[in-house]
């Protein structure tokens, strides 16, 4: 697997504020989300996942038996690859998203990526969903296990409104579809279904919705817990020395002479001053000459750049004058290698430390959610510790082994 991981050494340009760039390989980019123990030499077989599944390490006395050759055959179209005591998880729960964003990444990337190493890569991704969704599946376990049957059919219709109104607009955007049939077709060329989203958004509602029911907590904060942990925290409140500003910008390369991209940023920027000058309550001058004629990566939005901290671009001479110019004042017209620049500060912010009483409410909140986690951490591990899980990249294993929270070893029960 590593040399697969090497060979995938291909940088990806990812543009930032000004052009800065910062470097990125395919492989990294899904290694940043995958186990570390995905990363070790043979951790998963690079068998595609239409092709044979690992086997099963032998169940132990009691445990769960591995998946029977009728399990493992397709479930309307979607391959079961783990269970949890009496749930399964089937690939459609994950595959689509997983190839979605193999795809993403494959178009970032310039040169070819062969079939066996996007295999493994998958296979790592897919590794790493089965285990986010264990908890879920508990979850969901002990709400069917606690709720009368004769009631799940009402609950999940209940649930079919949020799920057309809100997480159907959530999958087209995702997935750059504009209707609903268009929807289902990429969700079938993934690898998935709307029938398969609608069971999954209906699991995840229901789980998080069973574990506050299940977790109470104190909602008291004292006053001292806010205070004593301001004082542990007081970095997190840190901010170093900010600027906000827009940009006109014109390409070098949209020219035969460089002077002649100087003398049309020179005419966006005479513009600016003259409809200021002529109409100086008449609206954004600067930012209609951005989106009309500017070629900064903000123009669409007037050649707004949000709050940037200083040395945070780049292009040094933009950094400078963002935190030399007065507010308000443009700048002269700034060389950035390939693009001239032309800049003005709207507000900056000095280094400083938020006040107590401006982050107070929001210490109260984090110390009322770090209780809740607590509470639910241990409600789930003993959750966990009842369970019995297979998945078809580790075989039989306890819930703590598969998320990664003690040694590895399999389950005997």
């Not at 958004?201 to 104190?218: D, L, Q, Y």
């Not at 009309?292 to 671009?313: I, M, P, Q, V, Y």
């Amino acid at each position: 697997m590593l040399r697969f991981i090497r060979n995938l050494l291909i940088l990806i340009a990812i543009s930032a504020a000004v052009g800065s760039k910062c470097a990125r390989t395919f492989g990294q980019e899904f290694l940043d989300i995958a186990p570390a123990a995905a990363t070790q030499p043979n951790a998963i077989p690079a068998t595609p996942l239409g092709g044979a599944l690992p086997e099963a390490q032998p169940a132990a006395a009691g445990a769960i038996a591995p998946l029977t050759q009728a399990d493992s055959a397709n479930l309307d179209g979607c391959q079961v690859i783990a269970r949890i005591d009496d749930q399964i998880i089937l690939a459609c729960d994950v595959l689509w998203r997983v190839n979605q964003l193999i795809e993403q990444q494959k178009q970032k990337v310039s040169e070819d990526v062969t079939p066996e190493q996007i295999a493994a890569v998958r296979q790592q991704l897919m590794k790493k969903q089965v285990a986010a969704l264990v908890d879920r599946k508990l979850l969901y376990k002990e709400f069917l296990r606690n709720v009368p049957p004769e009631n799940i059919p009402r609950i999940e219709q209940n649930l079919s409104e949020p799920f057309e109104e809100k997480e159907i607009p959530s999958l087209m955007k995702q997935l750059h579809v504009e209707n609903k049939r268009d929807l289902e077709k990429e969700l079938a060329r993934l690898g998935s279904s709307l029938a398969d989203e609608r069971r999954s958004f209906n699991e995840r509602i229901i789980a998080a919705e069973w574990i506050h029911s299940k977790v109470k907590v104190n909602e008291e904060v004292s006053p001292e817990e806010m205070m004593a942990y301001y004082q542990a925290h007081l970095a997190d409140y840190d901010f170093p020395l900010q600027a906000k500003w827009e940009e006109l910008a014109v390409r070098k390369d949209k020219y035969k002479d460089p002077r002649e991209a100087y003398a049309a940023l020179a005419h966006m920027g005479n513009d600016v001053w003259q409809q200021h000058a002529q109409k100086p309550t008449k609206g954004p001058a600067f930012a209609d000459v951005a989106r009309a004629k500017s070629d900064g990566f903000t123009a669409s939005r007037g050649g707004d750049h949000d709050w940037t901290t200083k040395n945070a671009l780049q292009c040094k001479a933009i950094d400078e004058a963002l935190f030399k110019l007065q507010v308000g004042q443009m700048s002269t017209i700034i060389d950035g290698g390939p693009t001239f620049h032309i800049v003005r500060v709207l507000e900056r912010k000095e280094a400083g430390r938020k006040p107590y009483t401006e982050v107070q409410a929001d210490i109260r909140e984090k110390l009322k959610e770090e209780r809740f986690q607590t509470e639910v951490e241990k409600y789930l591990a003993q959750l966990r510790s009842e369970s019995r899980i297979w998945t078809a990249f580790t075989g039989n294993v306890s819930a703590d082994v598969l998320l990664g929270r003690k040694p590895d070893e399999t389950v005997k029960k």
